[in-house]
């Protein structure tokens, strides 16, 4: 995809609004370039995306389909999706549905889906099957015997590492997983947990990754990444773009279980890969349905990357949502974002801890990361400029994703008990 291209002046009414009044509390949205920005007195604010393309219909797709393969999988199921009349009563909208992702395949997220995919396609590749081949679990897991077996290695800052560490374990290979050294001890020991050695690295998750790309190729490990950089090799971001691919299965479910497109889908964002797998596979059955993505104050690349119309990065910044806390977004995904996402919204923390105890006063169980698209879809619901600029009303249907169980039980507690 080449150089974005800037919107028509005056082809249709502007997405963006603004006096940018209330900037000062986020001046890392306050001068990002000749964009306004919608503010609000809250806390959260939309980023439009002018270079949305309104014939988008998703990348093209491979011949086999994920879900194909997951099915395959010893335990697999559908996960739930969990109305919230309450929820949507509160927000004005007709409904709000949840998909929740907090056990998915014995694991406390959805990460399982992409990891898994993209090692079916590296094995079969390896193997020299045909791009149309199917390789059921259990065969895989001899392929991946047959091969050395291999290690897998990969960076994290929790759930990707913990879903290549169980993957591994299954599959009777090796697995090293770097993490920044400064993940909870829980995300830590989970991974172990699988028979995965962990690594710490001082620094960032930007960090974090580099050292596993680097481990990786100077121990003739497999890289199993789910970012990369405009640096990486056809390798690498074939497993990347892989990785997104799995994550469209978690989609697929979804609107089979909801009979009929969203009208808007607001979905968390820490380097992109499920929000680019939520666009291509919404565009695929809707033109008019809208994509929002949601990220933590300060880990919000995607929004400055609209802002700028090219792919920018932002420091570190400690949030709740530690599973979002990325400082910019996967190559391979910006492509499909810029072209497939209508808008990306910023939340605190605050918000976050809120949308986890309205989840759990339903029964759901969520960590911060996990309720980000929840806390997106309250606060947008809840401001009338916000409502207008997203074309909500009292019609809309509303979907968001858990993503995440508790996989920070300390973390959990402390919020529910905030």
């Known amino acids: 995809m080449g150089p974005p291209r800037r919107a028509a002046r005056g082809s249709e009414p502007p997405l963006i609004v603004s ?10 949205l306050a001068a990002t370039s000749e964009h306004e920005v919608v503010s609000t007195p809250g806390h959260a604010r939309l980023v439009p995306n002018p270079w949305r393309e309104r014939g988008y219909g998703g990348p093209p797709r491979g011949p086999t389909r994920p879900i194909s393969f997951h099915r395959t999988m010893p335990g697999y199921a559908p996960t739930p999706v969990v109305a919230m009349p309450g929820l949507a009563r509160t927000g004005q909208v007709a409904g709000i549905a949840v998909k929740n992702e907090q056990d998915r395949l014995g694991l406390p997220s959805f990460k399982l889906l992409g990891s898994s995919w993209a090692l079916h396609e590296r094995v079969k590749a390896a193997a020299g099957l045909s791009p149309d081949a199917l390789i059921a679990f259990p065969d895989l897991s001899r392929m991946a015997r047959g091969l050395g077996p291999p290690t897998l290695c990969t960076a994290s800052d929790g759930n990707h590492g913990r879903a290549v560490a169980a993957l591994a374990e299954a599959l009777g290979c090796g ?8 993940s909870a001890a829980s995300r830590i020991d989970s991974i172990k947990g699988h028979g995965a050695i962990v690594e710490l690295v001082d620094g960032s998750y930007d960090d974090a990754v ?12 497999w890289y199993c990444p789910d970012t990369v950089g405009a640096e990486a090799a056809d390798e690498e971001r074939t497993f990347a773009s892989d990785v997104m691919a799995g994550y469209g299965t978690l989609f697929e479910e979804f609107f089979d279980q909801i009979f009929r497109p969203p009208d808007l889908l607001f979905v968390q964002a820490g380097v992109g890969g499920l929000s680019a797998a939520a666009a291509s596979s919404l565009r695929r059955i809707s033109a008019t349905a809208r ?3 949601v990220e933590p104050e300060g880990s919000n690349a995607i929004a400055l990357s609209f802002a700028s119309g090219a792919p920018v990065s932002v420091p570190d910044t400690p949030t709740v949502m530690a599973c979002l806390r990325c400082q910019s977004a996967s190559f391979v995904a910006w492509p499909i974002l810029l072209a497939g996402i209508d808008a990306a919204m910023v939340v605190t923390d605050e ?12 029964g759901v169980i969520a960590g911060a990361s996990g309720a980000a698209g929840l806390a ?43």
Do not use: K, W
Request: hydrophobic share 55%; proline share 3%; glycine share 6%.
């Open 19 to 28: 006096s940018c009044a209330h900037l000062t509390r986020f001046p890392f």
């Open 291 to 293: 994509v929002v993505v």
């Open 376 to 418: 997106g879809a309250l606060v947008a619901s809840a401001d009338g400029m916000l409502r207008a600029r997203l074309g909500i009303t009292a019609d809309s249907q509303v979907a968001v994703v858990n993503t995440e169980g508790a996989t920070d039980p300390a973390s959990y507690a402390a919020i529910l008990a905030g």
């Open 175 to 182: 697995c090293v997983v770097v993490l920044p050294a400064d």
């Open 210 to 221: 580099a050292a596993a790309r680097a481990a990786a190729h100077a121990r003739g490990h």
């Open 351 to 362: 918000e976050a801890a809120a949308a986890v105890r309205e989840l759990a006063r339903r």
